[in-house]
């Protein structure tokens, strides 16, 4: 008799690694599969770091799944051991109209987070490296910070193993179909697999892997760039510094990070506007793409921009609306799906995790998903 799993996981990437974990940590037979290695720089999981905050400018509806999320990554490093977030606070810059200051303080005084309102003198102040425009406002909150994603990835893949979960690299699945029986059956390089339940975690491949989902997601090109600062004093380090999203009429909004253990201070767009496939995408960076940003950067950090460390490309997944997808397959309740992130889903992981391990197991969750329905496009 061949194995019949209680779920299979496909894609163990941020997402799918904590959907592994929690439903191993529910004492199911799960098994979770991965066509590259564990935390790899393919897909969208990488690059050594990613914001986490709670005054979220997308919308205040996020914040209840953020207060959650805080706790699980809590949890996480608790029980396995490792250092995944350092709070280092956070800087929302802009006009005071503008989304990203406007949004995060909504969000902020709907849900009662604490934070502090800065003009430009009070900014510069407290944060040296940085130089906003007199006619530019923050928002900063304390509790902001970054997550090391790698690590994430790695964290919640032990935690799943220990648990009992099964996990498999180098296996690509090319298909899956629900048998006369409700089974799903998942093909693979590795020959057939069968499961009670599938729980879809393919990050940017999710259009390719549910093509019958018709979702309208688009699959976008961005980069992100590590620069060693000009001046190499402490003002750049994460106890001077905090990470940092900026909106300015002349370019898409950009975010950084301080420099975390001399690995440079890290910057990037949010959104370029460059649709690509993972098959497709240009994984070189051009001389001119790093010449743009240290433009950028120099005008917000005078002195930060010194000698170009690295690039790195990476995917982000939009949907038109900018929220995620997440819910069961309206077709086959035995499958669930998650993604389109949109570029701001990392710090959801460990929420997400638990999510999708209510829906696949019970069918439903006390969280709020309403905005996230998978047929919300139809
Ligand atoms: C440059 C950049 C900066 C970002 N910054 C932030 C940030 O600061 N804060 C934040 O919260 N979010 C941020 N994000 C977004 C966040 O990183 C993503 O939303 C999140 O990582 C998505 O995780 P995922 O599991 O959906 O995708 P992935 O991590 O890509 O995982 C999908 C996995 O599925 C596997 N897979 C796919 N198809 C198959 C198949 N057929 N067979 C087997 N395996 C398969 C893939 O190999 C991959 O490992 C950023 C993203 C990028 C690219």
């Known amino acids: 008799m061949p194995v019949v799993y209680d779920r299979i996981v496909l894609g163990l990437g941020g997402m799918g690694s904590a959907a592994l974990c929690q439903i191993a940590r529910r004492k199911r037979r799960v098994l979770g599969l991965e066509q590259f290695h564990p935390a790899h720089a ?6 050594g770091s990613r914001i986490i905050r709670q005054a979220y ?3 205040p509806s996020y914040v209840p799944m953020l207060l959650r999320a805080y706790e699980l990554w809590e949890d996480l490093e608790r029980s396995t051991g490792r250092h995944l977030f350092l709070q280092t606070g956070g800087l929302m810059v802009g006009a005071p109209g503008c989304a990203v200051v406007a949004g995060s303080a909504r969000s902020a005084r709907e849900h009662g987070l604490a934070h502090d309102l800065l003009e430009p003198d009070q900014i510069m102040r407290r944060f040296p490296a940085v130089r906003p425009r ?9 509790k902001a910070g970054l997550l090391f994603p790698e690590d994430c990835v790695a964290a919640h893949l032990q935690r799943a193993v220990a648990a009992g979960a099964e996990a498999r690299f180098g296996v690509r699945v090319t298909g899956w179909r629900i048998s006369s029986e409700g089974l799903v059956l998942v093909q693979t390089s590795a020959g ?4 009670e339940g599938l729980v879809i975690t393919a990050g940017p491949w999710l259009g390719q892997i549910a093509p019958d989902l018709g979702l309208p997601l688009n ?3 961005n980069v992100m760039h590590w620069f060693e600062p000009a001046a190499n004093a402490p003002q750049f380090g994460p106890d001077q510094l905090p990470i940092y999203i ?8 950009f975010y950084g990070f301080p420099d975390v253990g ?4 890290k910057i990037g767009y949010h959104h370029s506007q460059q649709v690509t496939t993972p098959e ?8 001119t793409e790093v010449a743009e940003m240290r433009k950028t950067l120099t005008d917000w950090m005078p002195d930060g921009a010194g000698r170009w460390l690295k690039s790195a490309v990476c995917m982000y997944t939009n949907t038109p609306d900018h929220n995620f997808v997440i819910g069961e397959h309206p077709n086959h309740q035995q499958v669930v799906v998650a993604g389109g992130f949109s570029g701001h889903g990392f710090k959801f992981c460990s929420v997400i995790g638990e999510v999708l391990a209510d829906l696949a197991l019970a069918g439903n969750t006390p969280h709020s998903i309403d905005l996230f329905r998978p047929d919300r496009f139809a």
């Open 280 to 287: 497709g995408l240009d994984r070189t960076v051009a001389p």
């Open 262 to 265: 001399g690995q440079g201070i």
């Open 192 to 195: 057939e697999l069968a499961a």
């Open 246 to 253: 900026v909106e300015r009429p002349e370019c898409t909004p």
């Open 134 to 142: 007199p006619d530019e406002i923050a928002l900063f909150e304390a």
């Open 42 to 47: 393919l897909g969208s999981s990488h690059g």
């Open 219 to 221: 699959v976008e090109r």
């Open 57 to 59: 400018f997308e919308d």
